[in-house]
């Protein structure tokens, strides 16, 4: 067989999906159970039509594709142009009955990685070692993009600090300035930087200067220069001569040598004693701040807390006065960033407080993270050091009725625990602020879920529901993630509340329901049958008229077949629409789809809600699995129980995490189990078994 072979020592295969393009589902399972058993920890997709394989890559993440040869619907070329138009890098290998040289050719020259075969154990453990080696490959790929991005995103923070820094740089190669930044230009008195890029050094060096210039270049080549700053004069645009104390080192880019020369500005502020920067202590900020008390105010009006982040550290790395120095600069900053009716007070040896006003949370929030981000790209430079300084703040929106003194201590305290807990952070605190802030989160994860809905990043993750009775229908509880703008995976409880407070439960039933019904209609041709379990929310209960209307035309051209599909409803939202539900799951059960009711057993008529609700399965409230020891709890579940039986419901019990509990529960007569005893739940993309 051809192949190169993998390496020594593959990387481990960790979270890894693989998508199988084929006719059957059989393949992609003999694939994943080889893999697995092999101790390979990956899941595998299946897709039939190209259409399929364009949706798959469109909304989720696969390492390795595989599609098989002569597939009528997904041909092999038309797979590796689609892979080349939404993922470039993603692998491909030709998926054959039988392995043949010549195959091996043709998918090579169709853009294929390689060709693999399923036809014996042989061809199977060569198969794995192909997808072994293209996985690897893949994840190097990856990992130096990763690294070619932070390679960028370095250079392109050197450049901004370089461009904004006080120092006077300019880079020089063979003798010619290939680089200088503005503060350089400014001291030459040039317009633009453009002006300078590509004159000899020598041009720019006064006559008297040159012979000095020269000899300690000559010597910084032989690597025998003395260390320190030289003196010397530069021309200025017009002729006029600037002296500067300049550093010249010799560095190395990409292979490539060339001198930086440095030349750091006179200092314009010296700091003085206390009080010398021109800002009050701490008694002034607090009578201050009591006067704001008292005043009306119809704007956010906040104390602010800035504190540098290990301000010891600070002192003892840049010493006693250029640290002092540093703060004074950075007080300079920050009136920059005020307005005419904010104040600002020194309160410590670096920690300021100020007293704002902003338009409303938002903004005063919006000047805390900019000036957190911002304060740190900036550079201060002193008498013997360039410094960089982080802070952290603390802002209390304050209300008149509050005093002056508990504002102060609250938000120093703040402050200083976020510097003790490392630094580089904001925080608004205070009653007025938890509660927009609260509202304000609220708000912002509402937007995400229109915006995920939107861009397809809603997951869907299925956990088995076991029969203990031998049933061999498998049985799935669906379970809604969803994939957040930095590709972090959220459960249902991180942003479920949102979705009901903003009204987007509708929407996120309708959006499940049709990626459940897609997962029915390509599970049709599969060896057992499923049922597959979908929660449905308060909103759409609500509206039993809009939900029918909906459903039945999404199941218009494949009517529901008995047990495929079961609707859950939780008692409590039964409970509060009787009415509603009584018609909604009369209408459902006529359309083919059986009827679940959750969290059972709470209510406070859970008895009479099996005779109103005509439901298939009854599933028990967790606090029944919690308190499974409870005598009271269990002798309610068995009356329950009874009472579903009955009326020929099935019963569900949900959390299962012992197999002590599980063996009671069948001896309890207890038809179907779910839970992490059984099997933690699985995200999947579009594939046709819900187990991944």
């Keep these: 067989m051809v192949g190169n072979p993998p390496a020594q020592n593959p990387a481990t295969v960790t979270n890894t999906v693989i998508l199988v393009a084929s006719d059957s589902e059989n393949t992609a399972k003999r694939i994943e159970s080889h893999m697995r058993n092999a101790g390979h920890p990956v899941r595998v997709a299946w897709a039939t039509t190209i259409e399929e394989i364009e949706d798959a890559l469109s909304e989720g993440f696969f390492d390795l594709l595989l599609c098989a040869q002569g597939l009528q619907h997904a041909p092999l070329p038309d797979v590796v142009g689609l892979c080349s138009k939404l993922n470039p890098d993603l692998p491909v290998l030709l998926l054959a009955d039988q392995y043949s040289d010549n195959a091996t050719l043709q998918a090579l020259a169709s853009g294929a990685r390689d060709q693999v075969s399923y036809e014996d154990d042989r061809h199977m453990r060569h198969l794995e070692l192909i997808c072994l080696r293209e996985l690897s490959n893949h994840q190097n790929l990856r990992e130096l ?30 003798g010619i300035l290939a680089t200088v930044n503005p503060a350089f230009a400014q001291l030459l008195g040039y317009a633009s930087e453009e002006d300078l890029i590509s004159l000899p050094l020598m041009d720019l060096v006064s006559a008297e200067s040159q012979a000095k210039i020269k000899e300690h270049l000559k010597l910084l080549n032989k690597g025998k220069a003395k260390k320190g700053p030289v003196e010397f004069n530069l021309l200025k645009e017009g002729g006029a001569k600037a002296s500067v104390v300049a550093q010249i080192e010799q560095n190395r880019i990409n292979g490539e040598t060339f001198i930086e020369l440095t030349i750091r500005p006179e200092r314009r502020t010296k700091p003085g004693n206390s009080g010398g920067d021109g800002t009050s202590g701490r008694v002034a900020f607090l009578d201050a701040l009591g006067e704001k008390l008292t005043a009306p105010h119809t704007q956010c009006s906040a104390a602010v807390f800035i504190a540098v982040d290990a301000h010891d550290s600070f002192e003892e790395r840049l010493g006693f006065h250029d640290a002092e120095e540093a703060f004074v600069h950075l007080i300079e900053w920050t009136r920059t960033r005020l307005t005419p009716q904010d104040q600002l007070f020194r309160v410590s040896t670096g920690e300021l407080a100020l007293l704002v006003e902003r338009k409303d949370l938002a903004e005063l929030e919006k000047f805390c993270d900019s000036y957190c981000r911002e304060s740190r790209q900036q550079i201060f430079a002193t008498k013997n050091h360039e410094a960089q300084v982080s802070v952290s703040i603390a802002a209390h929106p304050y209300q008149e009725t509050e005093q002056a003194l508990n504002i102060a201590n609250e938000t120093i305290r703040a402050v200083r625990k976020l510097v003790s807990s490392g630094g580089k952070q904001h925080l608004i605190i205070g009653a007025t602020a938890q509660n927009s802030v609260e509202e304000r989160v609220e708000s912002e994860k509402a937007e995400q879920i229109k915006k995920a809905l939107e861009e397809n990043r809603m997951r869907l993750s299925y956990q088995s529901i076991a029969s203990l009775e031998g049933d061999t229908r498998q049985h799935y509880d669906v379970l809604l993630r969803m994939v957040d703008e930095g590709g972090t995976e959220l459960t249902a409880s991180d942003f479920i509340h949102s979705a009901e407070k903003f009204g987007l439960m509708r ?158 529960l069948w001896q309890m007569g207890v038809n179907y189990i779910q839970g992490f005893q059984v099997q933690e739940p699985e995200v999947v993309q579009l594939t046709a078994d819900p187990r991944g």
């Design 507 to 664: 929407d996120l039933d309708r959006w499940v329901i049709n990626r459940v019904l897609k997962l029915i209609e390509k599970r049709k041709s599969a060896d057992v049958g499923s049922s597959v379990f979908v929660k449905v929310s308060e909103e759409t209960l609500k509206d039993p008229e809009g939900f029918i209307a909906w459903l039945a035309e999404a199941v218009k051209a494949r009517p529901l077949k008995a047990d495929e599909l079961v609707f859950e409803f939780q008692e409590l939202r039964l409970q509060n629409h009787i009415r509603k539900a009584k018609s909604l799951t009369k209408s459902l059960r006529e359309m083919g789809a059986y009827v679940a009711i959750e969290h059972f057993g709470v209510g406070t008529g859970s008895l009479q809600m099996l005779e109103h609700i005509p439901a298939n399965y009854v599933k028990f409230h967790p606090d029944f699995t919690r308190n499974f020891n409870d005598k009271e709890q269990f002798k309610k579940m068995s009356q329950l129980m009874e009472a579903a039986k009955q009326r020929s419901m099935k019963t569900i019990v949900s959390h299962v995490e012992d197999a002590n509990v599980m063996a009671r």
């Design 145 to 174: 993009k990763t690294a070619r991005a932070r390679l960028q995103d370095f250079e392109s923070r050197h450049n901004e600090l370089l461009a904004s820094s006080v120092d006077a740089v300019a880079q020089i190669q063979e």
